[in-house]
């Protein structure tokens, strides 16, 4: 059975940290990419950062970029979303996600569409207060 679990979500001030965790089982882990999405309420789910396992190449959008850390380790099938310097605006339901596209291929746009990722866990909220 494939499971994709998060952990690590919660409320922070402004200004605090978080780490998520992404535990995948069930598949073969160095054969795809996780990415971590995150929708707040009334808002589309939009991808956040990304990595692919076989070569630790990653992605950041420019939202995150400078302050969330994506990183792995293979040995656990974990990934871990490292997030400082929270504000309100990265208040949301936190999700990681498995794409079978890896390599160059993941970086060619599919690392940001939702339809690129084939499993997917049930979420962590994060809420960052002011």
């Known amino acids: 059975e494939v499971q994709l679990v998060e952990s690590g979500g919660g409320l922070v001030q402004t200004g605090g940290s978080l780490r998520l965790s992404c535990a995948a089982s069930?598949?073969?882990?160095?054969?795809?990419?996780i990415g971590w999405f995150r929708q707040a309420p009334g808002k589309e789910r939009e991808g956040g950062s990304g990595?692919?396992?076989?070569?630790?190449?990653?992605y950041y959008t420019d939202s995150v970029k400078g302050r969330f850390t994506i990183s792995s380790d293979n040995a656990k099938n974990t990934v871990y979303l490292q997030m400082n310097s929270l504000t309100p605006e990265d208040t949301a339901v936190y999700y990681c996600?498995?794409?079978?596209?890896?390599?160059?291929?993941?970086?060619?746009?599919?690392?940001?569409?939702?339809?690129?990722?084939?499993?997917w866990g049930q979420g962590t909220q994060v809420t960052v207060s002011s």
């Open positions: 069930g598949f073969v882990f160095a054969d795809y990419a």
């Open positions: 996600a498995a794409s079978p596209y890896t390599g160059s291929y993941y970086y060619r746009g599919w690392e940001k569409c939702t339809d690129g990722y084939r499993f």
């Open positions: 990595i692919t396992i076989s070569d630790g190449l990653r």
